[in-house]
């Protein structure tokens, strides 16, 4: 259903209305998409997975002009599936595993187009994504970066949240809703990782991705170029068109949202406010207090099972602050220059 239209012929809300008129006027002019796209892909230990991602992108309407991947991995067997795709093109960096942004880094030399597509290995683009995202690229020259709506497999997911896409509150906790469709193109805050995509010309403005955000999936690694981008005034869009299927593939290391990523994810967040806000923001302590602390004591069942996930949650935000001190000093940072970790 075009939901410019609800059912019954009932008018959107205002918001929606101006929304759809753009979506409206901008498809009236489209034409087919025009310049050059770069997909990379960032991996590590999921050769079958990639696999399928390739596979994928081999039924594309659109071809992208270039596929990149970048594995992390400690053996062979991604660079061997690679092989079997020759629009497929290798990279191996040593220091991937447990660094996504220093894979990302690892390809913007190499890149050879106007646009950059990322995919997570898990991220399974459907077959006019690339077509989608150009269209979108083309009909929007003021869209310097965003993402593509991502699904999860989840039944009613694309009801959910529909007016809170890429929002981030002013508690600064990120909401996505990223497979959410809300019948048009939507301006974002943040966008998601997996399949985020940026103009060349503003990464290379920024000078790269900072390495500050290791450990379990890059946490926070994405929202931090948002937050750079944004400082300097590009705009960033979640296109709506462009449709993904992230299957949230097993983790090489650990389980998906155990404790492991839960201190990973609270040390990440808190590098995330301590570069962009400086480390003597209000944000910061707020968050350490409310939502760290009080917010994991609150909501959950068993209290024994609260108090653990508080503590590992306090503890990966303190090291996150600790980490921060050592490599940013007070902060902020400059939105313009990357970090490359030791």
């Not at 994405?222 to 705009?235: I, N, P, Q, S, Y």
């Amino acid at each position: 259903m075009d939901r410019c239209r609800k059912a019954g012929g009932r008018p959107p809300p205002a918001q929606a209305r101006a929304r759809c008129a753009v979506t409206a006027d901008a498809r009236s002019t489209s034409e087919s998409p025009t310049g050059t796209v770069s997909v990379v892909i960032v991996t590590y230990r999921r050769p079958a997975t990639l696999r399928t991602n390739l596979e994928h992108l081999d039924r594309q309407t659109r071809r992208p002009d270039q596929v990149i991947v970048v594995d992390g991995s400690e053996d062979r067997e991604t660079e061997l599936v690679t092989g079997d795709f020759p629009f497929a093109e290798y990279v191996r960096n040593p220091r991937g595993a447990g660094n996504m942004t220093s894979s990302r880094n690892a390809a913007l030399p190499r890149i050879e187009s106007d646009l950059i597509a990322f995919l997570d290995d898990d991220a399974l683009a459907e077959p006019t994504y690339i077509e989608e995202l150009m269209a979108f690229a083309d009909r929007n020259p003021q869209a310097a970066l965003g993402c593509c709506r991502t699904l999860n497999g989840i039944e009613g997911e694309g009801d959910h949240g529909l007016d809170q896409i890429g929002v981030i509150t002013r508690d600064w906790q990120l909401i996505g809703n990223f497979a959410a469709d809300p019948g048009t193109d939507v301006k974002i805050a943040h966008g998601i990782g997996a399949t985020m995509w940026m103009r060349r010309a503003l990464i290379e403005r920024l000078d790269g991705f900072r390495e500050y955000f290791t450990g379990v999936s890059g946490v926070r690694e994405d929202a931090d170029v948002f937050l750079r981008a944004t400082k300097l005034g590009a705009e960033a869009w979640f296109v709506r068109g462009a449709v993904a299927l992230h299957v949230a593939a097993p983790q090489a290391k650990g389980r998906r949202f155990d404790l492991r990523y839960t201190h990973w994810a609270m040390r990440n967040h808190a590098l995330l406010l301590h570069a962009n806000l400086g480390m003597f923001s209000s944000a910061v302590w707020r968050t350490l207090l409310w939502n760290v602390f009080v917010g994991n004591l609150r909501h959950g069942r068993a209290l024994h099972r609260r108090i653990v996930r508080t503590a590992v949650s306090v503890a990966g935000f303190v090291r996150g602050l600790l980490v921060g001190a050592r490599f940013i000093g007070v902060g902020p940072r400059d939105p313009v220059g990357r970090f490359e970790h030791p």
